[in-house]
């Protein structure tokens, strides 16, 4: 495979062309020390040589001190303010729902017996108020700034700040994907609009509300002591990944700017007729008592105006030509993002809020208070304004301080790939958190760059000249018209120029770990100019802010930086992971440590899982297992424990569960029984008729099986099933039965009445007076064949009972018929008959739930073993086809796909999953995933390296999730109290009943366990040094 070529950035777009030897930079400060020096020559007759050093010498000594970054050496004589807030009354515009904010000006107030300048925050921000447009069946949130420009504040701009979420674009692409996503981007960025800019914001930070959120509710629903251990273990886990920094919550907001200029006398009105007759009008609008109305609908029409230009305009740019999934933020969402910058307490209803929709146009308040003063004042007794030093600034309610990094001009992107996650890479692979990237754009004057690149052209051809005039070569004179021409080319082709500001803020606990922090990420970006901002931070921290007018990197010196347009789009922090579903089964990117949830608990969904062995595939099953149980939603599972006990994965799992009340049961087929022809519950259930003939037809199934057995006879079979047919639904209306039926369900399990409920051995004493009866009442047309089956259903049926495997499924039920949890562990398989009657015997249990409730599971472990019996195949096969109509999710695990893919019904099992997951495989499985399921070969190679294999010191196993096309790498982080009691081999099994074995609160002894067996993994310790009295001491 070639190498992907890089893709270099033109360093020359942008600059100015130089005067000589002279930086162009330079120039203004020259011109300025020079005028200074004439105007005291001129008043103190100087010499020439006087002038002349009065004149060079500053020059001089100024161009040394600060080079080609004039901005770093000015940047010195700005001293940090201090801010403070003012309660600021909103007062209301004369003829205009708009409410207005008067400036207040610094002020010197008496603090601790000394007088101290401060500067009202509010000041510095340029808020008039939040919006909200409900048109074409669209939120549209935005915020309204305000400007004055002109001579004593004549005339007026107002800007509409509209904001998006977006999901971004997936950090796992190809080459390929990669180009297209920049020639969509380049695209979008010659659209942008002239004056306008667009701001992208990637938040990251390390938080865990929202999984304790979830978590709380689900623990507030149980009321078993075990399952409440779990949750709050995972509660605990969750807690230690956010401690650790590992679980970084990710955020991608873009904000677009429409701008509009209102004066008392336009522009355009250059000539006195025109003056007069607005003059007139204006007269006339005010004699009339029509001004208050005239600016009303002036105000809505231009409110009307930005949604259809500003918002639908860059909703499109975003959605049609950028290709990204987008979302307008409401008002509330604005709001509720803004104020949680200074505060941790939830936003208290906007103040003051302007709404447009079809009724026109009006403004809601909530509060006298404006809403730049609400947005910075205090809580809880603590000021929220910022404190500003030089190169941070402090944030009090979040106790943390923020330094800025400002991003330069990359020599190359290493490709396309590397193009699109210039960003991404850093700061995911070196887990970076609490950090936010912004970038800022803003198209450029294409006329004036391409006069700026004519000009270096000219100036570095001269220098190239005379060099070889002097018998040398200029190799960087050489270099800058080669870049010059090509920037020119780029331009000449449609290429824009775009002005780009961005930056990364991280926010530390102290400056200190701000400086190491920014060191460290100094170092990721060495191929770029990056550098920290020691200085005006608290200007570029109001420039970041989405209501503050400025640009980031604009004032007070211009330090933004000039790309081309398919250049630009290596500076938009646009990587990040998809997330999955909203909630459920969680794990973290490895890259970033993203949050990304499978949920089959609320989404119906199938899931694939496959891993080699100890890859982790059980502790995940047993997750998913816990989770629809602890939702209320009936699990049956396949496992294939030990032939020596009968244990598993799950066994002391249901154990415990069932010791504590739980309704679990852990059906091992070698010494309990599952009724094949039990009944469902049907009495509070709608479609009670159709669900009935449902498992009807399933009992006629599975005795058909069973008489059938390995025999491959068409003619036969159809004969036993018309006869099965017939006969069992005779059966189920026999009065007696039907009776028998209602009576153990309405008694329950374990009475009486539940002992007498019909079995196997009643429908064949049934069977052999009904089959009997039907052949003499038919005896003139009854084939041979018929009276064969006949025979050989009462023959086998016989056989078939009063085996073992009779015992297993011709006895009523030894566990209860509504149970939560219900394991059958597949043990004594001896032949395919007695694995396809025990597997029609589990699916007969996992029916009856699915027909009971709106939503069950369907968990099959160690596939490759089971699989390997046509008949569970066929019916995991027919689970996946259909059981979504019922309601079922089907869950299977195996070691490959091709053990799957080969069974009776591989093909029907593979192509209606719907996510797969695949963990630490062996390298001779990498083959069947690529040629089965068309995976791509570079991504799963990944998932056979020793990298992937689980990691004993983190407790985490690794994972690839594919779903819609989509590769995610994630890791997965059982809670402690999952991994002790998953914890399966001879030894971890000894160390658990040696510990819980010490305690007589079975939740004390999972809980101790599952300390002494998390530490000893993460030790790396052997299982025989776990032993009760190490907790004991550990706590004292």
Known sequence: MQSPKPRAVNRLVGKQPSIGYLPANQLPFWVGFILVATLLWQLFTLTLAQFLLLAFLPCIVFWSLTGQKEWKFLEKFHAPRRWGIAKV?????????????????????????KTQLFHPLEDALHLVCYGQINLQNLQVGFELLERRKGKQGSGQEFRFVFAFQTTGIHATLSEAQAEAILQRLETALKELPPGERL??????????????TELDSLLHTQSNHLAELLVFSQKVRSRELYQRGLRQVKRIRILGTYTVTTTQQSQNDRDLTTKLLRSLANFTEWFAGEKEQADAARLQKTVHLAFTEGFLRLESILTTLMGLNVEPLTAEELWTADYAELHTQAAPPIPQLLILDEKGLRCEVTSEVHATSILLRGERGESSVPIAARDWIYIPRKRKYAGFMQLGKPSAFPSARGQVRYLWEPIARNRLRDLKVVTELSTSNRGLQKFNLERLTRNSKELSMRALGGRTVDVASDMKVNEAISARQALERGSMVVTVASGIWLYRNNPAALEQDFSYLTDCFATSDSERAYEITENLWLQSLPYVWDGLLTKPYDRQDYYL???????????????GDPRGLEFLTLEGGTPVHIDPFTILMHLAFYATTRGGKSVLLAELMMGFYLRGIPVVGFDFPRPTDGTSSFSDLTAILQRLGAKVAYNDTGTCANNLIEMPDLRNVPNAK???????????????????????????EKSVRT???????????????????????????????????????????????????????NELTVSTVIREAAGQILEQLRGCLKSGLGRAIARPSSFQSDVSLLIFALRGLRSRQDAAVLALSGYSALLRRALESPASAFIIDESPILFEFPAIARIVGQLCANGLKWGVRTIISAQTVSTIYQSAAGKQIVETITTTLIGYIKPSAVDSFVDLLGYDREVIAQCATSSFEPSSRELRSHWIICKDGIYTEVGFYPSAVLLALTANNMEEQEARSRVMESYNDLCDGVAAFSQLYTAARRKGLPMNEIQPQLLLTGTD
């Open 89 to 113: 009354r909103c007062q209301w515009r004369q003829h205009s729902p708009l409410p207005h904010r008067p400036k207040l000006g610094k002020r010197r107030v008496k603090h601790s017996g």
């Open 723 to 777: 006869l099965v047919a017939q006969s069992l639904q005779d059966f189920h209306t026999i009065p007696e039965i039907k009776t028998r039926y209602d009576n153990a369900i309405a008694a329950g399990f374990g009475t009486a009445a539940w002992e007498e409920t019909p079995t196997l051995w009643d429908y064949l004493d049934f069977a052999n007076d009904w089959l009997k009866a039907h052949l003499q009442q």
């Open 199 to 212: 701001t992208f914001e990637y938040c990251s930070f390390a938080d865990d509300r929202d999984r304790q």
């Open 690 to 716: 159709e669900r009935q003939d449902a498992i009807v037809d399933f009992q006629i199934d599975a005795i058909v099986v069973i008489v059938m057995g390995d025999t491959d006879d068409s003619f036969m």
């Open 565 to 579: 347009s398919d250049e630009a789009s290596g500076l938009l922090p646009l990587v990040a992971p998809q997330t």
